[in-house]
């Protein structure tokens, strides 16, 4: 259960990235690329870190084995939407001024 429940986390991310873009917005500025690229990042990530947990599940009902190696696999995938999330706020932080 543990593994099918981390892609959810990426849903959180997107709606921090969402909710800075609407702020910024609201001043004017007009961030469509930004939000796009954003957006399709960390939609991957999900997708990818889906995958992995899909093939953890699998592998951990066939051996009971790997338990720790299948959650630093999903811990990786995590990483790269908390990167997208990270360099994406910074660089809004840009246009707030």
Known sequence: VAFVGAPLTQTV???????????????????????????LAIGLSALWQ??????????????GKGFGNYIV???????????VMAFTLGLLGKFSV
Do not use: R
């Open 13 to 39: 991310y997107g709606m921090i990235v969402m909710n800075k873009m609407f702020e910024i917005a609201s001043k004017g500025q007009y961030l469509w690329g930004i939000g796009a690229f954003a957006g």
């Open 50 to 63: 889906g995958k992995c947990a899909a093939a953890a599940c699998d592998a951990m009902g066939e051996t």
């Open 73 to 83: 696999i999903l811990g990786i995938t995590e990483t790269v939407a908390l990167f």
